[in-house]
């Protein structure tokens, strides 16, 4: 580990026990839009919001707030009909070109076809690690949950409560992991008829324009980060934080497991970690580790 992220780690323990108590995650006071202006719609008091894309722009907002680890559920009612073509997109990023990322990305589909759950995580600026699900559900008839759990010893993405990706920190093997730069949480909709659906075979078609995403229930229990040091607290709680929250020790218990296990054997659609062709000289080392160590 190099020393700045010791010393971040430093920071972020001593912060842990911090007081911190805030009220729910209000789309007006702690998020901010980053593109698109009139296309992002914010409702009821802060609670709902919208994004929206037309054969102009899309859109799309960000926190304003920076995080280092922390739990994240976002509620999203995906573009219902035909959404071939747009991708919507959840994930939380730091800046710059070593930069960390956790991707949840919902590939859309014409009316009646399966939207895509496309995920994929950063470390110092590389990719390449892309896992891909059917959801089992219809994502467009209403909000399901979608979270990020990212501790120091793994990141787990969960739809409505359940573990579908698991990525451990095995740096004791090389592989690089996201603990040392903060992370902005974005969300936004656009235009990604190159590639988004069947491989760019079917493009967008502008009849159903605009296409429009909703968010609600954006709470979070997580540690801001600002001027160099960190402290934890939870969105939802209205009690102080004074023990460690669940999220920064979550590992996945033997139902998880199962649970994780079944929704890989029925609903992946592409997992990096079986293209023996995309990597010639040898899979990605978390690859070769057992199903839950990756
Ligand atoms: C966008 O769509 C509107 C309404 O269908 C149409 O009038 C306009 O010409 C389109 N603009 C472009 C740049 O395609
Ligand atoms: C979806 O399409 C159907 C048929 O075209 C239409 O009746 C319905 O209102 C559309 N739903 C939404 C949410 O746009
Ligand atoms: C869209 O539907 C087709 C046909 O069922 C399917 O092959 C594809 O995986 C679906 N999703 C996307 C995002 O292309
Ligand atoms: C777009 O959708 C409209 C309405 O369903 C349809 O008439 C048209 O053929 C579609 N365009 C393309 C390029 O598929």
Not at 73 to 79: A, F, G, N, P
Request: aromatic share 14%.
């Amino acid at each position: 580990m190099s020393s700045l992220s010791s010393s971040v780690m430093l920071f972020v323990l001593m912060f842990m026990t911090i007081l911190m108590a805030a009220s729910a995650e209000n789309f007006y006071q702690d998020c901010e839009i980053s593109f698109g202006g009139e296309r992002v719609a914010i409702m009821d008091g802060g609670e709902l919001l919208t994004l929206s894309l037309d054969n102009y722009s899309g859109s799309g907002f960000q926190s304003k707030n920076d995080y280092l680890f922390g739990r994240f559920d976002m509620h999203i009612q995906l573009v219902p009909n035909n959404s071939a073509g747009v991708v919507t997109t959840y994930y939380l990023s730091s800046q710059g070109p070593n930069h960390d990322e956790i991707d949840f990305e919902f590939l859309g589909n014409v009316s009646g076809q399966p939207y895509i759950i496309h995920t994929n995580i950063y470390t110092q600026g590389q990719g390449n690690r892309e896992q891909q699900f059917y959801p089992w559900f219809d994502p467009t008839a209403a909000f399901h949950k979608y979270t990020v759990i990212w501790n120091t010893q793994r990141i787990i993405f969960m739809v409505d409560g359940t573990p579908i990706r698991v990525f451990n920190n095995n740096e004791a093997i090389g592989v690089p992991f996201p603990n040392s730069q903060a992370m902005t949480v974005y969300s936004s909709i656009w235009n990604a008829d190159s590639w988004a659906t069947e491989g760019g075979r079917v493009k967008t078609n502008w009849t159903y324009a605009p296409f429009i995403a909703a968010y609600n229930k954006f709470e979070l229990s997580a540690c801001v980060y600002s001027s160099g040091s960190s402290s934890c607290g939870s969105s939802t709680s209205t009690d102080s934080i004074t023990s460690t929250e669940a999220w920064q020790t979550q590992a996945l218990d033997s139902v998880d497991q199962e649970k994780l296990m079944k929704v890989q054997d029925d609903c992946m659609v592409y997992n990096y970690c079986t293209d023996y062709a995309r990597f010639p000289q040898g899979l990605p080392p978390e690859c070769n580790q057992p199903r839950f160590q990756q």
